[in-house]
């Protein structure tokens, strides 16, 4: 069974750092692009990063960019989320996502979420 | 950047079938997903690639995309299919999701 669980969010003032975790099991880890995605409170979706298999290449949305970094540890079949300079508007639940093998383009499996609120 | 624009909300009668728009420009050239998300819990794919369903999706949910709307159709809607909704695209290496549609089952 595919899993994919979250960790490391919690409450942090602005301008603060948080980082995240996404421990995956249950499929081949390294043979997929993986994914953040967001959902700030009462709002819709919003993705936020992904890297390819073996981290050589990596996006982001422009509102995070030069402040979060999305990496990797195929070896211990883990996604991280590195965010710095955390602002409100950065509160919100986020999604650990697995992207589709045969296709790409899609989420076929989704973590819980981790929340993560910047307040002070 | 590519937007997608989708109704807040839409209304359906129980048994009735629910039609769900996504707009974006020249979107029938992309492939569009789409997603359900009931309150408290993570998305769920419903409809890959237009118009593919995912197994373990009921045969009522079906998708269509073509010029500048891609729809999601839900036939004989039921209370569970009361959800929020999202189409998603692929655009220059990044994802871009519709704001979400609100489908309430009277």
């Known amino acids: 069974e595919v899993q994919l669980v979250e960790s490391g969010g919690g409450l942090v003032q602005p301008g603060g750092s948080l980082r995240l975790s996404c421990a995956a099991s249950g499929f081949a880890f390294s043979d997929h692009w993986m994914h953040w995605v967001r959902q700030a409170p009462g709002k819709g979706l919003e993705w936020v990063a992904n890297i390819k298999q073996d981290g050589s290449e990596k996006y982001y949305v422009d509102s995070v960019k030069g402040r979060f970094t999305i990496s990797r540890d195929n070896a211990k079949d883990s996604l991280f989320l590195q965010m710095n300079s955390l602002r409100g508007e950065d509160t919100a639940v986020y999604f650990c996502?697995?992207?589709?093998?045969?296709?790409?383009?899609?989420?076929?499996?989704w973590g819980q979420g981790t929340q993560v609120t910047v307040s002070s | 950047s590519y937007e997608l624009t989708q109704p807040l909300s839409v209304s359906v009668a129980l048994g009735q079938t629910a039609r769900i728009t996504c707009g974006g420009n020249?979107?029938?050239?992309?492939?569009v997903h789409w997603y359900q998300q009931k309150p408290g819990q993570a998305p769920v794919l419903v409809i890959y690639r237009d118009s593919n369903r995912p197994s373990g999706i009921p045969e009522r949910f079906s998708g269509s995309n073509s010029g500048n709307t891609a729809t999601l159709t839900i036939t004989r809607a039921q209370a569970g299919d009361e959800a929020d909704y999202y189409c998603?695209?692929?655009?220059?290496?990044?994802?871009?999701f519709g704001g979400g549609t609100k489908l309430t089952v009277l």
């Open positions: 996502a697995r992207e589709n093998i045969d296709y790409g383009e899609f989420v076929d499996s």
């Open positions: 020249n979107i029938g050239n992309k492939n």
């Open positions: 998603q695209v692929w655009d220059s290496s990044t994802w871009v």
